[in-house]
């Protein structure tokens, strides 16, 4: 990894200009692609969760179903800005006072039960989406979407916040949550977009969707916000909530490091107070293209203020968060055919693999990667991604006003797991979250390590390793809706 390129958030990475058709050198292979590297001069772009384009909704197995007609391809750019999400953190987070910031405990129970009535009135699980909200008018989001309950924890202080993003908790202050950036808006769809003859169908179509604000407009996930916005999930009693995202403003946060122990500790709290109110919590391994079991080097930490990252060796007293937190359900990507070139993995650290997509790895175009929502409203990702459809058709689409785009990264993957989690949900209301997460596990479809496997020049895993029922890469395997909804 480069200097200043965060690995964090499901980041996507638009492709660069000597990437795209026309341009000199046609189109480039996905493992020239660099997971959250820069967009527009002067912009950085986050990659924990979204690197590049991701995989059509539907096409491999255990995915959502096909998308409900071709959407046609169109939507002028609006507004200016980035197109990743990051998180980030200027200071250590005490509990902010926002609904669930009383006592959790430490001890994460697998085991704990399903509590009172679950937000919203969809037939599936109810999901909640860390993210950087949604688009409540989407034809995609709206119909599952339980806005009541759905809300900013983004602060007057927050840095990089736009103006109207802090909620401070204020769940009123709708307003706050309205996604200004795009990506969560794209997450929210994999998971629960309906059947509706619109756009594409989540994996799980009938779920109730909480949008959970803890990022910025500009991309950082502040660790005091992601923390807060995991005590609201667990006062909630929702049954999942996704984080395609990393709690900066460190990568990686070391044990050795007071500051950072202290910052790793309030998420892990936060982690288990979700938990042990029925929660199961889902997370991108990231777009670092790193071993977790074997982490080596951590170049973009911290990530706020600006200009501050400095190189360093991590060992295994360091850990990415969420996910390396304990109890949450990882999630690695597979791009059309195998690893996503953009990757984590890590034996112990991923659960399983999911759709993440590949930009130009099986067809040699955008569209192997994973089409999802774009907000109807002005926002960042649609603004960046749109002028490019002269160099790369489809990359953007418009089917009956609503806006979509092709994303791929660990951001879209995570997801889909936990569409998966919510269908199994639907199945067992009153299965434990620890429950939930094995049978996300036992259903999985076993991948083996790739006999072909070549480390890249800019990636720190060296090997696939483990045997039958896991490996590094894959974890338990590929997720499968269709196994998850029999069980």
């Not at 074997?294 to 911290?302: G, K, N, V, Y």
């Not at 160099?391 to 660990?410: A, I, M, R």
Request: with cysteine.
């Amino acid at each position: 990894m480069k200097p200043g390129v965060p690995g964090a958030f499901g980041k996507f990475r638009r492709p660069r200009a000597h990437e795209q058709p026309g341009a000199g050198h046609g189109t480039a292979p996905a493992r020239n692609l660099e997971p959250g590297a820069a967009g527009p001069p002067g912009r950085r772009r986050g990659t924990h969760g979204t690197t590049h384009p991701g995989t059509l909704v539907g096409a491999p197995p255990g995915r959502a179903g096909p998308a409900a007609g071709p959407p046609r391809r169109g939507g002028a750019a609006r507004g200016g800005g980035r197109g990743a999400l990051r998180g980030a953190l200027g200071r250590p987070p005490p509990p902010r006072g926002a609904p669930g910031a009383g006592p959790g405990g430490d001890g994460a129970d697998g085991g704990a039960p399903r509590g009172g009535p679950r937000p919203g009135g969809g037939g599936g699980g109810g999901g909640g989406v860390l993210d950087s909200g949604v688009d409540p008018t989407h034809d995609d989001i709206a119909p599952n979407l339980d806005w009541a309950a759905s809300c900013s924890f983004i602060d007057d202080d927050t840095p990089t916040a736009a103006a109207g993003e802090a909620g401070n908790g204020d769940c009123t202050n709708k307003s706050a949550v309205v996604d200004v950036n795009g990506h969560g808006t794209h997450v929210a769809s994999t998971i629960a977009a309906p059947v509706s003859g619109i756009g594409i169908a989540g994996v799980a179509p009938d779920a109730t969707l909480v949008a959970i604000k803890v990022c910025t407009e500009a991309g950082y996930c502040f660790a005091d916000s992601v923390a807060a916005g995991l005590r609201y999930a667990g006062d909630l009693g929702l049954d999942v909530v996704n984080l395609s995202l990393f709690a900066d403003p460190y990568l990686y946060y070391c044990g050795n490091e007071a500051e950072q122990r202290a910052i790793l500790r309030e998420l892990q709290r936060a982690t288990r107070y979700a938990q042990q109110r029925g929660v199961l919590v889902v997370a991108s391994a990231g777009n670092e293209q790193a071993d977790l079991a074997h982490p080596e080097l951590d170049t973009i930490s911290p990530d706020w203020p600006p200009d501050t990252a400095v190189e360093r060796e991590v060992g295994n007293n360091c850990r990415v968060a969420p996910a390396e937190l304990t109890g949450v359900l990882t999630v690695s990507a597979t791009g059309p055919e195998e690893l996503a070139s953009y990757s984590s993995v890590g034996m112990g650290v991923v659960d399983v693999a999911a759709p993440g997509g590949d930009y130009f790895a099986a067809t040699d175009t955008v569209q192997d990667a994973i089409l999802g929502a774009l907000p109807n409203t002005p926002n960042d990702i649609f603004a960046s991604l749109d002028p490019l459809e002269a160099f790369l058709p489809g990359l953007t689409v418009v089917d009956q006003g609503n806006n979509y785009g092709f994303l791929n990264g660990t951001s879209m993957a995570a997801p889909h797991a936990a569409g998966v989690a919510a269908l199994i949900v639907e199945q067992h209301p009153d299965w434990s979250w620890g429950a939930v997460a094995a049978a996300v596990r036992a259903t999985a479809t076993e991948m083996a390590c790739p006999a072909d496997y070549v480390q890249e020049e800019e990636s720190q895993i060296a090997r696939c390793y483990g045997g039958e029922g896991r490996t590094s890469f894959f974890g338990a395997g590929l997720v499968d809706a269709e196994a998850a909804a029999r069980r």
